[in-house]
């Protein structure tokens, strides 16, 4: 019978570990500052509106 591979099974978590913590960084980085999770559509918006704006000459 062939011997478990204790090490792969272990890699094999670490690496879901990381995959998950990576995830909730990258969550945690798209709050807005007051906590609130920022929607697609309201980052969407914000973008189109700060790029169609002109410049104003004083």
């Known amino acids: 019978m062939a011997k478990p591979n204790y090490s792969f099974e272990k890699r094999k978590k670490e690496l879901e570990r990381q995959k998950k913590k990576d995830e ?21 918006t914000e973008n189109s509106e700060g790029a169609e704006k002109a410049p104003e000459e004083v």
Do not use: H, L
């Open 24 to 44: 909730k960084k990258a969550r945690k980085g798209e709050q807005n500052p007051d906590g609130t999770e920022v929607t697609e559509g309201a980052e969407a």
